[in-house]
């Protein structure tokens, strides 16, 4: 299975795509998290790209797929597919995205799970999560700024799934364990028809 978890910051793609990778017995690729490790481990890429993700701002595209293809690839050589958290996240990764890795590599994805939560609550649970974990880009300026990119940028994906016909819209502003609930309901129907 090959899915992609779309959805604001702070809307539970990390945390709904890791616990479906544990279930499924596939790897969960969160764009953010590899980003995230390069930087704390200072390579050469961390290094270049550490000041996009502590303002909140995209990093480049050539970047982005050079680290990430090669780990689906692996993903699915090793597990048989693959969580994808945040990659594709605007129009023109996703249209690249599909050319190839979809087309190319023959890994298209197979549905995008859709989270929808009101800002005032994302805006609670990243500021919660900087409390507990300190992640630097879960301040007040960073986060409104992460939600001016996710409206401008990514929100256009919802339409340009649907319209694919693979996306599987969810009410992401419910306790976990409905939301996961909900996800899994979603899938076994898409994969029932
Ligand atoms: P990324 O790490 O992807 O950050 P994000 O999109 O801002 O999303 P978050 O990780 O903050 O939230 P999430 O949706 O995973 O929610 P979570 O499950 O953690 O990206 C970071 C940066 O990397 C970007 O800003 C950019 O610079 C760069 N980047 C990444 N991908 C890129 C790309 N494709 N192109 C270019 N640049 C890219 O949940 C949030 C909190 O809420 C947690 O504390 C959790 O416990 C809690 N929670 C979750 N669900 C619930 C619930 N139902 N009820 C109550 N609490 C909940
Ligand atoms: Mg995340």
Redesign the pocket.
């Known amino acids: 299975m090959r899915l992609l978890m779309l959805?604001p910051?702070?809307?539970?793609?990390?945390?709904h795509g890791a616990r479906l990778a544990a279930e499924f017995g596939i790897v969960h690729i969160?764009?953010?998290?590899v980003?995230r490790t390069a930087i704390a481990d200072d390579t050469p890429v961390g290094k270049k790209l550490a000041g996009?993700?502590a303002r909140?701002?995209?990093?480049p595209d050539d970047v982005?797929f050079e680290l990430l293809v090669p780990i689906m690839e692996r993903a699915v050589v090793e597990t048989g597919g693959f969580i994808a958290?945040?990659?594709?996240?605007?129009l023109p990764?996703a249209e690249r995205a599909y050319r190839e890795i979809g087309l190319d590599r023959h890994l298209k994805l197979d549905a995008v799970v859709s989270l929808d939560v009101p800002d005032d609550v994302l805006v609670r649970?990243?500021l919660?999560?900087a409390q507990q974990q300190g992640r630097p880009?879960d301040t007040v300026e960073v986060i409104q700024h992460?939600l001016a990119v996710y409206c401008a940028e990514t929100y256009p994906l919802i339409d340009y799934f649907r319209q694919r016909g693979i996306l599987l819209p969810v009410d992401?502003d419910?306790?976990?364990d409905e939301?996961y609930a909900d996800i899994k309901r979603a899938l076994d129907q898409r994969v029932t028809k």
């Open positions: 959805g910051p702070g809307s539970g793609k990390g945390t969160s764009s953010g998290d980003l996009h993700v909140g701002d995209l990093v982005l958290d945040g990659f594709p996240r605007t990764q649970r990243m919660d999560r880009d992460r992401g419910q306790s976990p939301v």
